[in-house]
């Protein structure tokens, strides 16, 4: 069966500090990955995707960034924090079928609570 | 306009009830339309997929109405370990991105 691993569960930064949250998948092979964050009282937004190995889609302007260096690794990175990046960091992975489409139920990981203090 | 709206609640309700939740969309090119849970502090988790027809599973009823453009969700028989926020998903151009609304939150009330 299909597992989804985030570390670390909570993590308490200094602004300004960098950022490196990891997220993994077992038990599937050629995923779409995706990262989302949760801010307190809001819903989910959408940071990035990505269809495979290196391909990543930034969906809003922001600090982060994201990289995909293995098949089932996706890894969400900040140079320096700011306030505004505390939430919920949630990464989630889809099935995908070959090259044209993807499977639409997304499966969620634990989720990285972030305070930037 | 938010592209896809929920009543954020709370809905108090006692245990036993029957309780139904709206979420208005605004594309109206959406094609596929979901109901997740998430549990205070975890991550989401699917509940259902909604179908044209309306879905139903167990206590579960899941309704679109696409020239209206909302989707609903009613539950029976509410039990304590109801208690969650619902969030209402949709996925507008058929493609791998789906959009979630904030969430309604639902306390089932012994």
């Known amino acids: 069966s299909q597992t989804i691993h985030q570390w670390p569960a909570t993590l308490v930064q200094p602004v300004g500090s960098p950022l490196s949250l990891e997220c993994t998948v077992e038990g599937t ?34 600090n982060l960034s994201a990289s995909r260096p293995q098949d089932r690794q996706f890894i969400l990175s900040s140079k320096k924090l700011l306030l505004s990046d505390s939430g919920f960091y949630l990464c989630a992975w889809s099935v995908r079928f070959g090259v044209e489409r993807a499977e639409e139920t997304q499966y969620f990981g634990p989720g990285t609570r972030l305070l930037v203090l | 306009r938010k592209e896809v709206e929920q009543d954020p609640g709370p809905f108090n309700v006692p245990e036993g009830a029957t309780v139904a939740f709206n979420c208005t969309y605004s594309n109206s090119a959406s094609q596929s339309f979901f109901w997740y849970r998430q549990d205070c502090r975890k991550e989401p988790k699917l509940l259902m997929s909604v179908y044209s027809s309306g879905n139903e599973d167990g206590r579960f009823t899941a309704q679109l109405n696409r020239a209206s453009q909302y989707i ?39």
């Not at chain 2, 208690?83 to 969430?103: I, W």
């Open chain 2, 72 to 110: 609903s969700l009613l539950i029976r028989d509410s039990k304590l370990s109801d208690s969650a926020t619902y969030l209402c998903v949709v996925n507008f151009f058929g493609n791998e991105k789906l959009t979630f609304g904030t969430g309604t939150r639902l306390t089932i009330i012994p």
């Open chain 1, 29 to 62: 092979s050629n995923p779409n990955l995706y990262w989302y964050r949760q801010a307190a009282g809001r819903g989910l937004q959408l940071l990035f995707y990505s269809v495979g190995i290196g391909q990543i889609s930034s969906e809003v302007p922001q």
